[in-house]
Each structure stands twice: as structure tokens, then as C-alpha cells.
């Protein structure tokens, strides 16, 4: 019987095993493999403490942190997938291949995936102006004509962020509405810098070696339009990695696991999540580290004080 089981290799998953490891809970961290959804980026700027790192150099980093505090309370099972969790009694079975290992309590931290735009020209230009993460590759666009696809909160969050630094974003969305709350919607479209398409539908990316112009249509008159950008952002939603737990934890409409953000625990006694696959708002390395490092903390209380009610007692609704 374990103390604690982590899934997933991305920076709440290592962030957690280093701190499990480190409070000598017997431990496993399941995992694909370390790094997560940054470890595509050529250049993450902003995981605090390290001006600058590869995807690549980063996963090493967090593979090389975890197995520098291991020890011997905490297995790491790497190349493994978790099908299932399931609650048996008081604790938990957790199944990966033929595998299968009782704990007293989890930490989900398996991340999201991004939806991918399907026009011409996006797999060539992914990387080279195309993205899909403004806190991440924004300031990389100082100046520079953006195109944000999008029409909800993140697209509208993400036009705002934009024009901090871009000379003109233009957001466009294909539908005759915008998804976003009204209030957030108007104060967005009151920088001039903005220019709001609705009923535009992206057809096509274009550009040399890097993103030049977007074309879309126009669904009212059906013409093609083309605009120069440098930049496309996509924020066309994403799919938290949680089927393995759904029916055992409660999740949003958008299949993301409730949490308290006090805590981290997901609504069911003995679980918690942290970073992308949770409902928390915002969605970046140092986040999901740092919420991960709470949930460690408050799941130690819960094994060693046998404090189940901890939050209960000073009144949160979980
Ligand atoms: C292209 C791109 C660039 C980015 N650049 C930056 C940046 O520069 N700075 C920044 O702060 N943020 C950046 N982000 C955002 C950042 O990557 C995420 O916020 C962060 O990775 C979330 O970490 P996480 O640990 O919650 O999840 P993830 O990074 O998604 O990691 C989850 C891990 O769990 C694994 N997993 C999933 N399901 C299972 C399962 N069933 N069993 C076992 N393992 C599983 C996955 O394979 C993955 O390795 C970027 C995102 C993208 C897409």
C-alpha cells in the first residue's frame, strides 16, 4: 500500500514528486514521460529562476530534480499510461497496463491537450507564428500584426494580453456571436489597436519561413479576405487529460477537475489534481509547480493527522 500515487511527468507531476520524496511518503510517480506540453517550445522564457531553456533541456531538468530527490521512498514507472482509478474500501487502485497499485491517496496532475486549428498552412507554420499560448510566446510578437483565433473568455484574455505589446490584433471568430462574458468583450474591443471579425472563418495560413498573412471567410458576403499577420494565436479550446477518473471526481463541463485552490483537493476524500487538468483559470508552468507543491502539503497533513476534515473544519464547501 502506498502513501501517495502521481500521474503525470509534466512540472505539477515532478514538482510533486520531489516534495513527496522529500516528506519520505512512499510514493510512485506514473508517467509517459517528463516534460509535458512545453517540451515542444524552443525557448521557455519564464519558468522563474531560468532565464531561458529548451522543451527539451526543461523535461531533463525536471527528470534530473525528481531522481536527485527520490531516495528510496519514491518509484518513478516511466513509458506507463493510468487507464483507471478506482476507490476500493478507503483507498484507491490506480491501473496502468497489466500493472496495479493500491494507495491511500492520488495526485492527478496528467495536464491538457490543446485543440489544433485544422486550416491550410497550420502544421507548416506551428512554431513559426503559429502558437498556442500567449503568456508564452507573446512577448515574442512586440510590434508585430497578431491574429487571435477565438471568441470566448481565453480568446478574448488572449487578445487583451497581446495588446500589451502587439501593434494590432485582430480576433476572429466564426460565429455570429462572441462566446466571451460581455463586460470582457467590450473593454477588449474598445482598444483601438482591436478589430473584432465575428462570422470569420480561418481558411488558410500563409508565409515564407515564417507566418506573413491569414485568409479567412467572410460567412456573410462568402468572400476570402486576406490580412497580413505575423503572429496567429489559437484559442480554440482544450481537453484536460481525465477520463481515467471520470465518474470517481467531479469535473466542469469542460471535463476539468473541480478543485478547492486552497488546497488542491478534487471533491472526493483522499484526491487531488493540480495544474492543467484541473479547473483553474490560468495555465502555466510555474502554476501548475506551485499548485502542486500546495496539494503535497495539505495531502501530508491528511495522511499524517489523520486531519480529514481539515478545510471542512474551517469551512470550505469540499
Ligand atoms: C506549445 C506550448 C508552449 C508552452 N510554453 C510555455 C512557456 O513558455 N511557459 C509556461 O509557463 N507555460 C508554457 N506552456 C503551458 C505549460 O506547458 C502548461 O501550463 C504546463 O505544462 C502544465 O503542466 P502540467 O504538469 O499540469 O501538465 P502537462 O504539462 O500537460 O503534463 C502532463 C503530463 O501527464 C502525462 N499524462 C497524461 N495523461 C496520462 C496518463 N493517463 N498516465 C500517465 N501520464 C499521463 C502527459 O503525457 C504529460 O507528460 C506552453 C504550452 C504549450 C502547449
Not at 503559429?130 to 487571435?148: E, I, M, N, R, W
Not at 478589430?195 to 462568402?222: C, M, R
Not at 471535463?255 to 478547492?260: A, E, F, L, Q, V
Amino acid at each position: 500500500m502506498y502513501d501517495l500515487i502521481i500521474i503525470g511527468g509534466g512540472p505539477a507531476g515532478a514538482a510533486a514528486a520531489v516534495y513527496a520524496a522529500r516528506k519520505r511518503l512512499k510514493s510512485v510517480l506514473i508517467i509517459k514521460e517528463f516534460g509535458g506540453q512545453s517540451v515542444v517550445s524552443s525557448d521557455i522564457q519564464n519558468w522563474i529562476g531560468t532565464p531561458s531553456i529548451s522543451g527539451a533541456d526543461f523535461a531533463k531538468s525536471l527528470k534530473a530534480h525528481v531522481f536527485a530527490a527520490k531516495g528510496e521512498v519514491l518509484e518513478v514507472k516511466e513509458g506507463m499510461q493510468v487507464e483507471r482509478v478506482e476507490r476500493s474500501g478507503d483507498h484507491f487502485i490506480v491501473s496502468a497496463g497489466a500493472e496495479k497499485f493500491e494507495t491511500r491517496s492520488v495526485l492527478v496532475a496528467t495536464g491538457m491537450s490543446r485543440k489544433k486549428l485544422e486550416v491550410a498552412g497550420a502544421d507548416t507554420y506551428e512554431n513559426k507564428g503559429l502558437t498556442y499560448c500567449a503568456s508564452c510566446d507573446g512577448p515574442l510578437f512586440a510590434d508585430k500584426d497578431v491574429v487571435v483565433v477565438g471568441g470566448g473568455n481565453a480568446g478574448f484574455e488572449t487578445a487583451l494580453q497581446l495588446l500589451a505589446y502587439c501593434k494590432s490584433v485582430t480576433l476572429l471568430h466564426n460565429h455570429t456571436n462572441y462566446k466571451a462574458d460581455p463586460v470582457t468583450v467590450e473593454g477588449v474591443l474598445n482598444d483601438p489597436r482591436m478589430h473584432g471579425a465575428l462570422n470569420a472563418h480561418i481558411k488558410e495560413i500563409k508565409g515564407g519561413q515564417f507566418v506573413t498573412s491569414v485568409v479567412y471567410t467572410d460567412g456573410a458576403s462568402g468572400k476570402d479576405i486576406e490580412i497580413p499577420a505575423e503572429g496567429v494565436f489559437a484559442e480554440i479550446g482544450h481537453y484536460p487529460s481525465t477520463n481515467f477518473v471520470k465518474g470517481l471526481v467531479e469535473l466542469n463541463e469542460f471535463g476539468s477537475i473541480i478543485t478547492d485552490p486552497r488546497t488542491q483537493r478534487a471533491k472526493i476524500e483522499g484526491i487531488w489534481a493540480a495544474g492543467d487538468c484541473t479547473d483553474a483559470p490560468y495555465h502555466q508552468n510555474n502554476i501548475a509547480g506551485g499548485d502542486a507543491v500546495k496539494a503535497v502539503e495539505d495531502l501530508y497533513l491528511w495522511l499524517k493527522g489523520g486531519v480529514k476534515n481539515w478545510w471542512a473544519i474551517q469551512g470550505s464547501n469540499l
